[in-house]
């Protein structure tokens, strides 16, 4: 049984900022609901509000515009990211972690604003977005923030949202097009499941000098309090030449950043040594995919 609340569906996104600045901390946003709804249930919170945001038109969709910047609406749900990554051909990070996430019943209402916001962890997108260098826009009443997702995480499931502010858009600044990506989730099953350990690369190659690595995202879920960017490995990547032997000591500085726990789903020693063997991977995998679009595998 949920508590008593009251329900609100508020028709545009003024009528929302409204009811936030009206009720604040007695409110709580409802978008997919299928984090909420259990919360409800368990009566882990009980507001006194609940503002049920699914009709707020403005926040859905996604779009890449004529500069190729990416603009996707938080509303937008897992299935349908998913779909639109694969019909554009682009995003290939996003498109993985939205065909990993939950089962197709949860895809269909699961959204991404959603999935960030709960500040789980092991958020699937978090990780494919911390790899475009994400930013989010938040409005409260008569006031807008932009904040880096890499800066909204602030441990388990806190995030930098005050209660009367909504997240109502993400942005991807333009990506390099000779950019490889990989994402690697490691589950009880292929299905169904949340993460043990997750990774997520994005590299780039220098152009003139196709050997040598001019950027590199390397971002991590369930093996810290937050997803996470593996700085330290990023920061010894950049600059280099690419190699087997850098990519393993890469990986080994990502494993030796994480800060994995014990807990039902794993131990920390196997967190931390899974971690090491899919960086490693993602490494090869995204490198050589970037290098394929300069003609050239690594073969
Ligand atoms: C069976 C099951 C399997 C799952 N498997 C996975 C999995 O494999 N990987 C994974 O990452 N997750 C998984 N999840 C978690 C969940 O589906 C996702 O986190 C989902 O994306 C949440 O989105 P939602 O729209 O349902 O959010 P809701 O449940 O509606 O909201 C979640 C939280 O975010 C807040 N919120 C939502 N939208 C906004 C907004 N625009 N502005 C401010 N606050 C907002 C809400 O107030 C609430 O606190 C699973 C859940 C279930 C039930």
Request: aromatic share 6%.
């Amino acid at each position: 049984m949920i508590a008593k609340t009251e329900y609100h569906r508020p028709q545009s996104l003024t009528a929302a900022l409204s009811l936030l600045g009206k009720y604040g901390k007695d409110l709580k946003i409802l978008a997919g609901g299928t984090n909420l709804v259990v919360n409800l249930k368990e009566k882990t919170i009980q507001p006194k509000i609940i503002m049920d945001i699914k009709d707020l038109a403005e926040m859905s969709g996604i779009k890449i515009d004529d500069n190729g910047e990416g603009f996707i609406g938080p509303l937008a749900t897992v299935s349908f990211i998913k779909s639109w990554c694969i019909s554009h051909g682009s995003y290939d990070n996003l498109r993985t972690a939205c065909q990993h996430l939950g089962s197709f019943q949860v895809r269909n209402r699961a959204t991404v604003g959603g999935n960030l916001c709960d500040g789980s962890p092991c958020a699937d997108t978090a990780i494919a977005l911390l790899t475009y260098d994400a930013k989010l826009v938040v409005n409260a009443p008569g006031q807008e923030r932009n904040i880096a997702l890499d800066h909204f995480f602030n441990g388990i499931g806190g995030v930098d949202l005050r209660p009367d502010e909504i997240l109502t858009q993400i942005t991807i600044p333009k990506l390099i097009e000779s950019r490889g990506e990989a994402f690697y989730k490691l589950g009880y099953r292929k299905a169904m499941t949340i993460a043990i350990a997750g990774v997520a690369v994005l590299i780039t190659p220098e152009q003139t000098s196709p050997e040598r690595i001019k950027d590199v995202r390397i971002a991590l879920s369930s093996v810290a309090p937050i997803p996470m960017r593996a700085q330290k490995a990023e920061n010894f990547l950049v600059g280099q030449q690419w190699g087997k032997e850098l990519f393993e000591e890469a990986a080994n500085m990502a494993a030796g950043e994480a800060a994995p726990i014990t807990d039902l789903r794993a131990t920390k020693e196997y967190r931390r040594k899974m971690i090491r063997t899919m960086v490693n991977n993602a490494l090869i995998e995204a490198w050589d995919k970037a290098k394929m679009k300069f003609g050239d595998s690594l073969e």
